[in-house]
């Protein structure tokens, strides 16, 4: 199963449960894969301690101009939909910062004047914890889009890891095309949110967007016992599950500031695990 945590927004504790939750499957004997797919700010590695066993550079294909062999004949220009190529004149001006790769200026050319060549966006990291195998995905400082270094850091777990193993992802925040890149390759989604105005208007983009997207969705609820039960009030009017809800104790605060796993020792947090765990338990018997 794949399986992302995402939300409408960040800090509404996406790392929190998945940190937790990946944690609390391997300690019940399960094979488990955690990747960090918040590719601008990951951070799910402050909360693990493990042994780097794979660094890797990755890279994405944007085109070159060839002058000497250009037509220009302006058909880069049109062929693009995201305004990369721009025919100046007598010149062919490329913006890396807006080619998404897709190859259609390079295939297209008939003067082969647009070779594409490899730019290096980031890094992957593989670590073995003391029980599962956890990835980090990192933007490199500079780069403008997410997109590929996601795509490819899912390709990655797709290959290395069978459909036994439970696939958990830390999905970026947000509705843009960073979550979205993560919920169409994605067989579930867990949103987290929080009982707050603010926790329901993002719920809310979350919601249409993972609609949009077609991937099935269920909410867990952080922090429950602040704001009101607006967010319960929605979720039932527009049927949509609550797994768990995590309550707003101090104790679980304390333990994330300080870098730990704050289900171990707390009760009702790990009661929580163990609901979201039997609905994944669930969802592997009707695939």
């Known amino acids: 199963m794949n399986i992302a945590i995402a939300s409408g927004k960040g800090g509404t504790g996406k790392t929190t449960l998945s940190t937790n939750l990946a944690h609390y499957l391997a300690?019940?004997?399960?094979?488990?894969?955690?990747?960090d797919l918040d590719v601008e700010e990951p951070n799910s590695k402050l909360f693990l301690t493990g042994e780097v066993v794979e660094t890797r550079r990755e890279v994405r294909m944007v085109p070159t101009w060839n002058k000497e062999a250009c037509q220009l004949c302006g058909a880069c220009q049109t062929t693009c939909n995201f305004h990369a190529i721009v025919k100046i004149g007598t010149e062919i001006m490329i913006f890396p910062e807006m080619c998404h790769g897709c190859y259609a200026c390079s295939e297209?050319?008939?003067a082969h004047a647009l070779p594409m060549e490899a730019v290096e966006?980031?890094?992957?990291t593989v670590m073995k914890t003391e029980n599962f195998d956890f990835i980090e995905s990192r933007l490199d400082i500079g780069q403008e889009q997410a997109v590929p270094l996601i795509s490819k850091s899912i390709a990655l777990v797709d290959s290395r890891y069978d459909t036994e193993v439970i696939r958990l992802f830390d999905s970026p925040p947000g509705t843009a095309c960073p979550v979205i890149e993560v919920s169409k390759q994605m067989d579930f989604i867990i949103l987290v949110t929080e009982p707050t105005p603010f926790g329901l208007h993002d719920l809310k983009l979350a919601?249409?967007?993972m609609r949009h997207v077609g991937t099935p969705f269920a909410v867990v609820i952080n922090r429950d016992g602040i704001g009101n039960a607006d967010v319960e009030d929605y979720c039932r009017e527009e049927?949509?599950?609550?797994?768990?809800?995590?309550?707003?104790?101090?104790?679980i605060a304390e333990v994330y500031s300080s870098g730990g796993l704050a289900y171990i020792g707390h009760e009702r947090m790990t009661q929580a695990l163990e609901l979201v765990s039997e609905h994944i338990r669930g969802l592997e018997v009707r695939a």
């Open 108 to 110: 297209l050319c008939r």
């Open 239 to 251: 049927h949509i599950d609550i797994l768990a809800r995590i309550p707003n104790d101090r104790k």
């Open 27 to 35: 300690g019940t004997g399960r094979q488990v894969v955690l990747t």
């Open 121 to 124: 966006i980031g890094t992957m």
């Open 207 to 209: 919601v249409e967007t």
